[in-house]
């Protein structure tokens, strides 16, 4: 099975081809090990090869059995594996097999074994070669992978592979299995606000007290940014997964500790059944993200997934389309309501209010779109354009001599964190050429909850400029009474829910009387929104509230009815 040797050794130093002389120079100089042996003992090693075994001059190992350099745990194995090598390649043309056997610097080394003919006989060389680096790289490159470098999870690829093998066994079993979605809720604000360094330590932690809450075997990754993914391999009924939703919602409820931070974080969790929601990884991933997302409209809460709730993905994106549709085409309109003045019975103010006008569904309702534009982010050339046809419409009534003071237009929470609201604001007056004084913003309180230096430095800029600020929807959000002091605000809106119901002995009614107090306190006006009845208008004026707009003065209505409205008998038909 192997040549004498000596005459191997002759049959090296044999004349070569060009070619053959040209390899032999490229194997000596290779940075890697490259070894050649027959019967075990050395016929050939290059350079590289000499210095990993402490030898200087290769030559010197010509002749050396290679076991002398395999640590004695691993020689038995290594003799079998190459016995094996020698006598499959006796059968086949060219052999491969990788081999991890050597001690010191050749730790991993691939085999390859070459039948040839030496004086007619068969004989065997082994190449081998060091390989070590590259495996190394290979098993990183292919941990990587696979694996979260952040929480150190599996990742999304093998959740994939890990849901493809799942739903394999259970159609061959005949078994059920769920998945489940979970979603961070707000979790942005957290990077937004305390960075991404804090957000980053935050999911690491939340990793760790999640995978603790599931039951040992449970396959559990992250699979991007704030979401997660459970597989649930043994269920027998749809209850087995809200358990376990549920368990991962009540794991977050303390708090983590995250540097000198008590964080709170909550989830949305969306769950889907295999078969009866799909037999295949990819339509089960699909509608478990789908009731993912009707679980955000609600938060902190689990959805299991129904069919209806395609079709209604199905419409919401056929909306966004229409959206983006409408926002090239301007198929947006304003409408406008009256604020009144409650001592004078003018109308001193008009909210500009969107609505959607499209060529074959008519008129969309806001409380349809807005919440898509806010989740696609639309809002913000939806709102650019609203300030714009608002603050233009100002502009015309201003210069037909129309007593109003001021235009007041809603900003989302997410239009004053991406866009540069001042250089925005100031565009837009520049543009209409309208006095600031016009302009009145309106936020809601959760704007001034986040990033209060930012949000401080913004609204005095704004102040300064001549442009008003007031809170919208006041008491329906944080309420935290801190900032009404540090925030330069103007005027108090207080919510319609508030002033729907009141009644001289109800807690609607005392709320809305501390309300007034608290805002002409701190030298802010009052406006109460919702106003219907004229004893709700009777109380609010009794407990020294500025102004008033609702539908006991006039719903919202196009820029031509509003002007009517300005006229003198419109006003004393309004008060």
């Not at 696979?146 to 493809?164: C, I």
């Not at 994106?317 to 003018?346: K, M, N, W």
Request: charged share 25%; net charge negative.
């Amino acid at each position: 099975m192997a040549g004498d040797t000596e005459a191997a050794r002759d049959s090296r130093r044999s004349p070569m081809p060009e070619d053959d002389a040209r390899f032999r120079l490229l194997v000596e100089h290779m940075t890697d090990l490259v070894a050649v042996h027959c019967e075990g003992r050395i016929v050939f090693i290059n350079q590289a090869g000499a210095r990993m075994l402490g030898v200087a001059d290769p030559q010197d190992l010509h002749g050396r059995l290679i076991w002398d350099f395999i640590h004695p745990e691993h020689e038995a194995l290594m003799v079998a594996r190459v016995q094996r090598v020698l006598e499959e390649a006796m059968a086949t043309p060219l052999v491969e097999t990788k081999l991890v056997a050597l001690d010191g610097s050749i730790v991993d080394v691939e085999i390859i074994g070459m039948p040839t003919s030496h004086e007619g006989r068969p004989a065997s060389q082994v190449v081998a070669r060091n390989i070590s680096r590259r495996k190394h790289a290979e098993a990183l490159a292919e941990h990587n992978a696979y694996v979260d470098p952040l929480t150190g999870l599996p990742n999304r690829r093998q959740f994939r592979d890990r849901m493809q093998h799942a739903v394999s066994l259970a159609k061959h079993h005949d078994r059920q299995l769920a998945i489940l979605l979970l979603d961070l809720d707000r979790f942005k604000n957290i990077n937004d606000t305390l960075g991404h360094e804090i957000g980053d330590a935050l999911l690491q932690a939340i990793a760790r007290r999640l995978q603790e809450t599931l039951h040992h075997g449970v396959f559990f990754a992250r699979i991007g940014g704030d979401s997660f993914s459970v597989i649930l391999s043994r269920v027998t009924e749809e209850q087995d997964a809200m358990t376990a939703a549920n368990s991962l919602l009540e794991a977050l409820e303390k708090p983590f500790k995250v540097s000198e931070h008590d964080l709170y974080v909550s989830a949305s969790v969306g769950i889907s059944h295999f078969p009866c929601d799909g037999e295949e990884p990819s339509e089960l991933l699909m509608n478990a993200e789908t009731a993912m997302y009707r679980a955000k409209h609600q938060r902190n809460t689990c959805v299991l997934y129904s069919s209806s709730m395609h079709e209604a993905a199905l419409e919401r994106l056929s909306l966004e389309s229409r959206l983006h549709r409408a926002i090239e085409h301007d198929e947006f309109v304003l409408h406008y309501q009256p604020q009144v003045d409650l001592r004078t019975g003018e109308i001193v103010g008009a909210e500009a209010l969107i609505r959607w006008h499209h060529p074959e569904l008519g008129m969309v309702s806001p409380a349809k779109f807005i919440p898509l534009a806010e989740e696609t982010g639309l809002i913000l050339p939806i709102t650019d354009l609203v300030l714009r046809k608002a603050c233009r419409q100002a502009r015309e009534w201003l210069s037909a001599g129309a007593p109003l003071r001021r235009m007041a237009v809603n900003l989302s929470g997410l239009y004053f964190k991406q866009r540069e609201v001042t250089d925005a604001i100031a565009a837009v007056l520049a543009e209409c050429d309208l006095p600031p004084s016009m302009l009145e913003l309106e936020m809601t309180e959760s704007i001034f909850m986040e990033d209060h230096a930012r949000t401080l430095a913004t609204l005095q800029t704004l102040r300064a400029t001549g442009v008003a600020v007031s809170i919208d929807d006041f008491g329906t959000g944080y309420s935290s009474l801190s900032y009404l002091q540090r925030f330069p605000i103007g005027m108090l809106k207080i919510d319609q829910s508030f002033v729907r119901e009141i009644q001289a002995v109800t807690d609607d009614a005392v709320l809305v009387k501390a309300i007034i107090g608290l805002a002409h306190s701190l030298g802010m006006r009052v406006i109460a929104e919702g106003v219907e009845t004229e004893q709700q208008r009777a109380y609010l004026a009794a407990h020294g509230c500025d102004e008033i707009q609702g539908y006991l003065i006039s719903r919202p209505v196009p820029p031509e009815a509003f002007q009517r409205l300005m006229t003198p008998e419109a006003e004393r038909r309004a008060s």
